[in-house]
């Protein structure tokens, strides 16, 4: 049987026309999607979030508050970004990644990896089931 999953959008957010959104997504209040972002499926974007023109955020992946990424950005499946953390433009987040609280990011991060800090710094892989055993 097939589903037919809807956005929850908060009513403060701004999300640009020319942004794409797709299904079962929670956008919390203060957030802003800018021009030709891409939101994929069941994605959770937390209160105050900007995620500016032309980032992609892929199926399944977590925005904590007060993230703010700038342009082309892209944050893979799974992903779980840290509550404030800044991730500079034209990067890549891995499928799976964790990045810790207010973490500023400025280099690709591989998939399944923990990367935290001030310039941030890999720290350790995470299992690729991680979530499924904290859960």
């Known amino acids: 049987k097939q589903f037919n999953f809807a956005n929850i959008i908060h009513k ?3 999300v640009f026309p020319a942004a794409s959104i797709g299904k ?3 956008i919390f209040p203060h957030t802003l999607i800018g021009t030709n972002a891409c939101i994929y499926d069941h994605v959770i974007i937390n209160t105050g979030s900007i995620i500016e023109h032309d980032c992609i955020v892929e199926s399944f992946a977590s925005i904590s508050p007060g993230v703010v990424t700038t342009g082309r ?3 893979k499946e799974g992903a779980f970004i ?3 953390a800044k991730l ?3 990067i890549t987040i891995g499928k799976n990644s964790i990045v810790g609280a207010g ?3 400025t280099k690709n991060v591989p998939d399944n990896m923990f ?3 001030n310039p941030a710094r890999m720290v350790k892989q995470v299992d690729e089931g991680i979530w499924e055993k904290l859960l």
């Open 88 to 90: 500079v433009g034209r």
């Open 82 to 84: 840290g509550i404030g």
């Open 115 to 117: 990367i935290t800090g």
């Open 24 to 26: 079962g997504n929670m």
């Open 12 to 14: 403060s957010s701004v």
């Open 103 to 105: 973490s500023v990011i």
């Open 73 to 75: 950005v892209i944050i």
